[in-house]
C-alpha cells in the first residue's frame, strides 16, 4: 500500500512537472495611441500656470509711514484692536499692546 502512494506521487509529480515549464508570459503588444507605447506620439506640455505669478510689486518701506497711526491688540484676543494706548480688552480686560507696523512679510507681526 505505501508503495502504491509513493508511486502515485511521484506520477503526479513527473504529469505536473511540463506546467511548471510552460514558455513565460509576453506582454500584448501596446498600439501606438497608447501613452505608454515607445512609438507614442508625444503629449503636448500644459499651458504654462499664472495662478501664482506676481506682476511688479512696489517695493514696501520699512520704516513706519507718520500718517499711519498706532495700533494696539489684546495679546491674548488679537482680534481686539484700538488706536489708542490707554483701552483694555473687554473680553479679558488685559491692557492692549503697540503692534508693529505691517511690513508685507504678511507673518501678521509674528516672530
Do not use: N
Request: proline share 15%; with cysteine; glycine share 6%.
Amino acid at each position: 500500500m505505501h508503495t502504491v502512494r509513493q508511486a502515485t506521487r511521484v506520477l503526479i509529480a513527473v504529469l505536473l512537472m511540463p506546467i511548471g515549464c510552460a514558455p513565460r508570459y509576453t506582454p500584448a503588444p501596446l498600439s501606438v495611441e497608447h501613452p505608454a507605447s515607445p512609438d507614442a506620439a508625444e503629449a503636448p506640455l500644459p499651458e504654462h500656470s499664472h495662478t501664482l505669478a506676481i506682476g511688479e510689486v512696489p517695493a514696501a518701506s520699512t520704516a513706519p509711514s507718520a500718517d499711519v497711526p498706532a495700533l494696539y491688540a489684546c495679546p491674548m484676543h488679537p482680534e481686539i484692536t484700538a488706536d489708542k494706548p490707554d483701552q483694555r480688552c473687554p473680553k479679558c480686560g488685559m491692557k492692549l499692546v503697540k503692534q508693529p507696523h505691517a511690513s508685507g512679510s504678511g507673518d501678521g507681526g509674528q516672530p
